[in-house]
């Protein structure tokens, strides 16, 4: 049994009894991932000489009677596209792949306060466009289930280190499903929060209006402690939202006696895989065993979710992007003659195909003629997509669903046809739109890869996400099931 099957609470017990080190933690992290990160693929740059350090400085705190926090000393790993002072950062671009910041996220100097040890940099789809982690500029990550599938993305490096037992717990960041819907196939619990719980300073932005940066762990229980870490307003980021930060672990009280669920028609319609309707119907019959009530409701404007999505995400991006230009920072042309021919040939040559696309779509809806027959149509769409959930909130606790439509996909399947990958989040979508928060926890397998469950809440309401997620999560084994590697 490797240590990091045990969950945060009972770690921090063992260390603190001395049947564990520190440097026993993070010795077991860099082991697991010599033995099989060669398979899965999932890190990008290891911090390894600055956490073997740190974790001989931690062990000597150990013998001190300061009192530690629950994350101390515990591994994680960190998606690429957050920013690590002196750990390279490289958003999984060629235009990026020597970059050094000089700074930490807000999210990574939380962890800090917290004492965990970072172990590195996971891999993901470029600048987060993507649903496989295919789009990396460096290496494909493999799902730990099925090496010949892909774990999802775009935070799918983060999703497949935690299954494969790579590290404890990691951070990843959702536009529009980037940690739910790895998490779905990598078997693990990954939650979005609610838009404005996490700080996004530090997060190297693809659409600011809907990035999130979320907790990807092994059970829900380790989810709520990880969130209540990085959660918080901050003076850096005029998103962040001036809300108390609830005790998200005591909200996980195994009660949901009287609980309200809707399920959306449209999210068990066309397209879902007759395994994932059968795995979420399951679910919903535990969760009444325990208490709680269902009903069937509609979300009519769902089904303009994803263009919706794809022209706003692609509209601030293509903002967001135009500062990698070969002048600051990052990856620069020597092909060029002119300073016209610098900004064209670094972007030319340092972007990858899908990064390409959303930056000329983005910038196709936000040009004069078309502005306000596509940006402004959709900023319309979203604000209908945000009212489908206020009117079923008013009656409901929570919403319910599948994570994705089908389970993991093989790698190279989908690739060149990028409608079917876009599908992929139909979903996950709707949730960042809202704004809302969501996680998706195991409740099934199909030829032997995991399936998730989706439960969405009301704004800044993770803690009865939590409470329903941990009490489906005990009354059912998925969580306990490992990958062999």
């Not at 790895?182 to 929060?193: D, E, H, I, T």
């Not at 309707?277 to 065993?289: I, N």
């Not at 002048?327 to 042309?333: A, I």
């Not at 599948?402 to 992929?424: L, R, S």
């Amino acid at each position: 049994m490797s240590v990091f099957d045990y969950k945060v609470a009972e770690l921090h017990q063992q260390l603190h009894k001395k049947e564990l080190s520190v440097s026993d933690l993070v010795a077991e992290s860099f082991k697991r991932i010599e033995q099989v990160d060669e398979k899965v693929q999932a890190f990008l740059t290891l911090n390894e000489e600055q956490a073997r350090e740190t974790a001989k400085a931690f062990d000597e705190k150990l013998n001190t009677d300061d009192r530690k926090g629950l994350l101390f000393g515990m591994p994680i790993g960190v998606k690429d596209n957050i920013v690590t002072k002196g750990l390279r950062t490289t958003c999984a671009s060629k235009i990026l792949e020597n970059f050094n910041p000089i700074y930490d996220a807000a999210v990574v100097q939380k962890l800090h306060q917290a004492e965990t040890i970072t172990i590195g940099k996971l891999n993901m789809d470029e600048f987060a466009m993507g649903s496989s982690t295919e789009n990396s500029h460096f290496q494909k990550t493999r799902n730990p289930w099925n090496l010949e599938t892909v774990p999802g993305g775009s935070s799918g490096g983060s999703a497949a280190a935690v299954a494969a037992g790579e590290v404890l717990f990691s951070l990843g960041s959702d536009t529009g499903g980037s940690i739910r819907q790895p998490a779905s196939f990598c078997g693990v619990v990954g939650l979005k929060p609610t838009y404005g719980r996490v700080s996004r300073f530090g997060l190297v932005a693809f659409a600011s209006s809907l990035d999130q940066i979320g907790p990807i762990t092994r059970t829900v229980e380790d989810n709520a402690y990880l969130l209540q870490a990085i959660s918080g307003i901050d003076p850096m980021d005029s998103t962040s939202a001036n809300v108390e930060v609830p005790n998200f672990v005591e909200a996980l009280t195994g009660n949901i006696k009287g609980l309200k669920i809707a399920v959306p028609k449209e999210y068990l319609g066309e397209g879902v895989s007759e395994s994932v309707r059968k795995s979420v119907l399951d679910a919903l019959k535990v969760l009444e065993k325990q208490g709680a009530v269902w009903e069937e409701v509609s979300l009519p404007h769902s089904k303009y979710a994803l263009s919706t999505y794809y022209l706003l995400s692609s509209s601030e991006a293509s903002a967001n992007l135009s500062r990698f230009d070969g002048v600051r920072y990052g990856y620069r042309s020597e092909n060029a003659e002119n300073l016209l021919d610098l900004y064209k040939n670094t972007r030319a040559e340092g972007f990858g195909d899908e990064v390409k696309r959303r930056i000329m779509l983005g910038t196709f809806a936000l040009s004069s003629g078309y502005y306000d027959a596509y940006y402004k149509k959709a900023q319309k769409v979203r604000t209908l997509i945000k009212k489908d959930f206020d009117d079923v909130f008013e009656k409901y606790d929570v919403i319910i669903g599948p994570t994705t439509p089908t389970p993991a996909f093989k790698i190279g399947e989908n690739i060149d046809d990028p409608m079917t990958m876009y599908v992929n989040d139909i979903l996950t979508i709707p949730v960042n739109l809202a704004g809302v928060p969501g996680i998706s926890v195991p409740c099934g397998f199909d030829s032997g890869l995991p399936l998730g469950l989706q439960i969405i809440g009301k704004h800044f309401d993770e803690a009865t996400i939590y409470r329903v997620a941990h009490v489906f999560e005990q009354s059912t084994n998925y969580h306990k099931q490992k990958p062999e590697l």
